[in-house]
Every structure is written in structure tokens, then in C-alpha cells.
């Protein structure tokens, strides 16, 4: 069972698209997280939230715009993607920054 | 640094075989300690957690102990099932100041019936 859920699970964009992911959590958590998961590679924390203020930012190229409305919501907005951004892409939410995180099933994006 | 170091996989076991996956952390202060599991086209899932020195962390039938004198958290199943194979992945949240999740690199697990 989880209590984050992400649309769409599976997304196919072309390099000039524009698209958002969409997280929501129904925990009552107060930060959230978005994840990149390629390949033969360790999990990248992209982004942190904390009672929707950005807090962290690990060196994520413009091309993904993140924005959280509210605790309870958060997107990752998508333009002029590169084929090396596909991947499945994770958020999470925590009560708090430092305890443990829940995850969603994730979106599957493949850039043409 | 902080960093989480897990078995290379894959793990293959026959049904009912005893699982361990080998997890050790180098870590500052006291983290807690956390197995996830990611089962194929799904995201991650919190298996067990322990949060300090001797807690022994359950779930499912997998077991984890927080060994600070060792620093490991390998994780054990007595009889494994098809159903078990997924990619296990062992992480850690510093002490102090830093609360960011750090993860291993993931160990796969592949029970053959």
C-alpha cells in the first residue's frame, strides 16, 4: 500500500515537449522529494521540499522545474529534455526532514 | 562521508532457501538505519527500519540488527519465496545536522522455483 501517488506512470516526449509530473502524498507529510533512477546507477536525489519551501537543489540542470503548491503536492515541470533525462522518476514524502521517507510507483519517462 | 555499501548481485536462491544480503555504512553520529524494496515497474517500498545500537528491525520475515560494532545492517530471511525477488536496496540517515537518505547501490534478488 502507499500513500503517494504519481501521474502519469508511463510518459514518452520528444526533445521540444513540454510535460509535468505530478506527485501527490496523503500521509500529512511535511516534505517531499523528487528521485531520478537510471540504469546501472545509484538513485539521484533531485530536489527537497520542506513545508513547500525548496530546500535543496543537487545541481539539477533548468530543463526540470520543480514547484510545490502545497504540502500535499508537487510537480516537476519538463521542457527540451535530452534522451540521457529518460528514466524513472520517484517522490517521496517524510513527516519531517530526517525521518524515513514513503515512495511512489514512480513515472517511466522515455525522451525521443 | 556518509555511505551505504551493499552486496553485489545478482542473489540467486532456489524457493525456501535462507536469504542474506550484506549491508555496511560508514556513517558520523548515530543514523538510523532502512531496507527498501523496489519490486519490478513499481517504485521503492519501506521494508524495516532501526534507529538505534541492538534494535532489530521486522517485516514480511525479514529481519535486519543495527550492529554499531560492526557497522552493518545485513538483511535475512530464513525461507525465501518467489514473490521475495525484487532489488533490495540497504540505506542510512545521518546523526545530526544532515538528514539527507542515503542509499546503496542495490542488491537484485532473483528466487527460482
Known amino acids: 500500500e502507499t500513500g503517494v501517488t504519481q501521474t502519469p506512470r508511463h510518459l514518452v516526449m520528444g526533445m521540444t515537449n513540454k510535460k509535468s509530473l505530478k506527485c501527490e502524498q496523503h500521509?500529512?507529510?511535511?516534505?517531499m522529494y523528487w528521485y531520478k533512477q537510471s540504469a546501472k546507477k545509484p538513485l539521484e536525489l533531485m530536489f527537497v521540499?520542506?513545508?513547500?519551501?525548496?530546500?535543496e537543489n543537487n545541481s539539477v540542470p533548468s530543463r526540470f522545474s520543480p514547484e510545490c503548491p502545497n504540502s500535499s503536492h508537487l510537480f516537476l515541470h519538463l521542457h527540451t529534455l535530452q534522451p540521457e533525462d529518460s528514466a524513472l522518476y520517484l517522490c517521496?514524502?517524510?513527516?519531517?526532514?530526517?525521518?524515513?521517507?514513503?515512495f511512489g510507483p514512480g513515472t517511466r519517462l522515455t525522451v525521443t | 562521508g556518509d555511505s551505504v555499501t551493499q552486496m553485489e548481485g545478482p542473489v540467486t536462491l532456489s524457493e525456501e532457501a535462507f536469504l542474506t544480503i550484506n549491508c555496511t555504512y560508514t556513517?558520523?553520529?548515530?543514523?538510523?538505519l532502512f531496507w527498501y524494496v523496489q519490486y519490478p515497474g513499481e517504485g521503492l517500498q519501506l521494508l524495516l527500519k532501526?534507529?538505534?545500537?541492538?534494535d532489530k528491525g521486522s517485516n514480511k520475515g525479514f529481519e535486519a540488527t543495527y550492529r554499531k560494532e560492526t557497522t552493518s545492517f545485513h538483511l535475512e530471511k530464513g525461507s525465501v519465496q518467489v514473490s521475495d525477488s525484487a532489488v533490495y536496496f540497504c540505506?542510512?540517515?545521518?546523526?545530526?545536522?544532515?538528514?539527507?537518505?542515503?542509499f546503496g547501490t542495490g542488491t537484485l534478488l532473483a528466487v527460482q522455483p
Open positions: 517521496a514524502s517524510s513527516q519531517h526532514r530526517g525521518s524515513e521517507q514513503y
Open positions: 500521509l500529512g507529510h511535511n516534505a
Open positions: 521540499y520542506s513545508l513547500e519551501e525548496r530546500v
Open positions: 556513517a558520523t553520529g548515530y543514523p538510523s
Open positions: 532501526a534507529t538505534k545500537a541492538d
Open positions: 540505506a542510512l540517515i545521518p546523526g545530526g545536522a544532515t538528514n539527507k537518505l542515503i
